[in-house]
């Protein structure tokens, strides 16, 4: 049978099965080599395998014998060198940040974290502008400039409440027919949105725990769960930043869509687009081509790039 593990705590998976949309606890056959990628979890929610049903033990238990190769998948980089890093999830059809501009304001580098890693990853991201209903006019105009530098790289935005309900219904259409990664920085809104968008919230993860909850382990990396049958929401609770891959420091402006297009404008062929002249990002920002912000994240990460070498 054919499933998609929606819940993984490290030692059992819950698996959908695709036909009948019926929940089984799976553990995996044998073990799992990667090859070339040093992970800690062989098996990520989003996965898509191969079971069978555990004739001998409980009903609704299996064995995992087979993963379908990856269409993409977002790795958690670690943070101590003699860590493995692990897969957030795989098969991703979107990435959705949850921000906001007040009530605590979510800073650009963060969302420009964000967005590298998704064009890293080759996912299309949305940024969602939650918390509407406290910003005041000011805040608001300003949020409109926010969300044009955004669209003219070629991000969609969205405003949303999750207390008025505004932007829900918006939110919802974008997720049709898809498996959304949603993510966002502690305290923006990212359950209370979670509770407007999935019907029956409680019950569906209860019903998942049940699942999972019996393995020894725990620890959870992220949760698939169903806002209507085909269309689906990946959690990441606990995760607050996606780890950027392993990427050269010359590699960045490639993930930036507003870069990449003039990278071959600079004169030098190896511009880090930092202080060398003829530089035609640098160009860019002076004649306001490029949002000042943007760049200004651009610089902050290759400084942190620096560090980390
Ligand atoms: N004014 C306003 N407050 C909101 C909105 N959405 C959430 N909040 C409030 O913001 C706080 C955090 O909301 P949560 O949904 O718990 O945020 P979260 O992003 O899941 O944060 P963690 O649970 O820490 O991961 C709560 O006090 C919510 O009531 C909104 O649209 N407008
Ligand atoms: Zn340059």
């Given at each position: 049978?054919?499933?998609?593990?929606?819940?993984?705590?490290?030692?059992?998976?819950?698996?959908?099965?695709?036909?009948?949309?019926?929940?089984?606890?799976?553990?995996?056959?044998?073990?799992?080599?990667h090859?070339?990628l040093k992970v800690?979890?062989?098996?990520?929610?989003?996965?898509?395998?191969?079971?069978?049903?555990?004739?001998?033990?409980?009903?609704?238990?299996?064995?995992?014998?087979?993963?379908?190769?990856?269409?993409?998948?977002?790795?958690?980089?670690?943070?101590?060198?003699?860590?493995h890093s692990?897969?957030?999830?795989?098969?991703?059809?979107?990435?959705?940040?949850?921000?906001?501009?007040?009530?605590?304001?979510?800073?650009?580098?963060?969302?420009?974290?964000?967005?590298?890693?998704?064009?890293?990853?080759?996912?299309?991201?949305?940024?969602?502008?939650?918390?509407?209903?406290?910003?005041?006019?000011?805040?608001?105009?300003?949020?409109?400039?926010?969300?044009?530098?955004?669209?003219?790289?070629?991000?969609?935005?969205?405003?949303?409440?999750?207390?008025?309900?505004?932007?829900?219904?918006?939110?919802?259409?974008?997720?049709?027919?898809?498996?959304?990664?949603?993510?966002?920085?502690?305290?923006?809104?990212?359950?209370?949105?979670?509770?407007?968008?999935?019907?029956?919230?409680?019950?569906?993860?209860?019903?998942?725990?049940?699942?999972?909850?019996?393995?020894?382990?725990?620890?959870?990396?992220?949760?698939?769960?169903?806002?209507?049958?085909?269309?689906?929401?990946?959690?990441?609770?606990?995760?607050?930043?996606?780890?950027?891959?392993?990427?050269?420091?010359?590699?960045?402006?490639?993930?930036?869509?507003?870069?990449?297009?003039?990278?071959?404008?600079?004169?030098?062929?190896?511009?880090?687009?930092?202080?060398?002249?003829?530089?035609?990002?640098?160009?860019?920002?002076?004649?306001?081509?490029?949002?000042?912000?943007?760049?200004?994240?651009?610089?902050?990460?290759?400084?942190?790039?620096?560090?980390?070498?």
């Amino acid at each position: 049978m054919t499933g998609t593990v929606v819940k993984s705590t490290g030692s059992w998976y819950v698996v959908r099965d695709h036909a009948t949309l019926n929940l089984h606890r799976c553990r995996l056959r044998g073990r799992f080599k990667h090859k070339g990628l040093k992970v800690s979890n062989p098996l990520a929610v989003g996965d898509v395998v191969e079971f069978e049903t555990d004739e001998t033990g409980d009903a609704g238990t299996g064995v995992i014998d087979h993963i379908e190769p990856r269409r993409n998948y977002i790795i958690r980089r670690s943070v101590h060198k003699s860590e493995h890093s692990h897969i957030v999830a795989a098969n991703l059809d979107q990435a959705m940040l949850v921000v906001t501009l007040a009530s605590p304001a979510t800073s650009f580098g963060f969302i420009d974290r964000f967005l590298v890693t998704a064009e890293a990853y080759s996912i299309p991201a949305t940024l969602v502008f939650n918390k509407v209903d406290i910003y005041d006019e000011e805040l608001l105009d300003y949020l409109g400039q926010v969300q044009k530098m955004y669209e003219r790289t070629g991000y969609p935005t969205l405003r949303s409440s999750a207390h008025t309900g505004e932007g829900v219904a918006a939110i919802d259409a974008l997720l049709e027919g898809k498996t959304t990664l949603l993510s966002g920085h502690s305290g923006v809104g990212k359950s209370t949105l979670i509770n407007a968008l999935v019907p029956d919230l409680d019950l569906k993860t209860a019903e998942i725990s049940e699942y999972s909850d019996k393995g020894k382990h725990t620890t959870t990396f992220a949760e698939m769960l169903e806002v209507r049958p085909g269309t689906y929401l990946i959690d990441t609770p606990g995760i607050k930043e996606l780890g950027l891959v392993d990427m050269k420091q010359g590699e960045l402006a490639h993930y930036f869509p507003e870069m990449r297009e003039r990278l071959n404008q600079c004169r030098y062929h190896n511009c880090r687009h930092l202080e060398e002249p003829g530089c035609a990002v640098r160009e860019a920002v002076e004649k306001g081509k490029i949002a000042f912000p943007r760049y200004d994240s651009y610089l902050s990460m290759m400084a942190d790039e620096d560090n980390r070498h």
